[in-house]
């Protein structure tokens, strides 16, 4: 978990940014967390270590790449409609009350983390975003967190 979600990141930015800088043209960097990059889950320490490093590498790339006019920037997704949520496992986990649970038996706890009336959001949602904080509308935006969470950090 650590290595690929953490140590990851940084290997990737650290190969990207000489490139960027030699350019000369500025640049975004948008790395991905998590909501749980922001908060804490329990029985996941694990994942939310990394995803809060990826909250702290951002900030530090911000800071030091800002005089290269290149913004760095984190997306911080709730549950995705994706095989990473949607799977047995994720099922199993969240309800451990049932013997086979479904989809529709994690949509109902999974409403509950939220204060829209979802229980996970769509990998286009998160490609908005990365898309918006990439774009010139985003220009002056480094170091930020955008949380695509329904709610979730207001719980």
């Known amino acids: 978990m650590i290595d690929v979600n953490l140590s990851g990141v940084w290997k990737t930015v650290k190969a990207v940014v000489p490139h960027l800088i030699s350019a000369g043209n500025g640049g975004s960097i948008i790395l991905t967390s998590s909501v749980g990059g922001l908060k804490a889950y329990p029985h996941t320490g694990h994942y939310i270590a990394a ?6 590498l951002m900030r530090s790339f911000g ?4 005089e290269h006019s290149i913004r760095v920037n984190a997306v911080c997704p ?6 990473m949520f949607m799977n047995e ?6 309800r451990p009350d049932l013997e086979n649970p479904g989809p529709d038996d994690l949509e109902v706890v999974a409403k509950m983390m939220h204060v829209l009336p979802i229980g996970r959001v769509e990998p286009r949602d998160i490609s908005y975003a990365v898309l918006f904080l990439a774009s010139d509308e985003a220009r002056y935006i480094t ?3 955008l949380a695509v969470d329904a709610g979730s950090l207001l719980k």
């Open 89 to 94: 496992g994720t099922m199993r986990m969240f």
């Open 78 to 83: 709730t549950n995705v409609n994706t095989p």
């Open 63 to 66: 800071v030091e790449l800002g």
């Open 143 to 145: 170091g930020a967190t």
């Open 51 to 56: 995803k809060h490093g990826v909250v702290g």
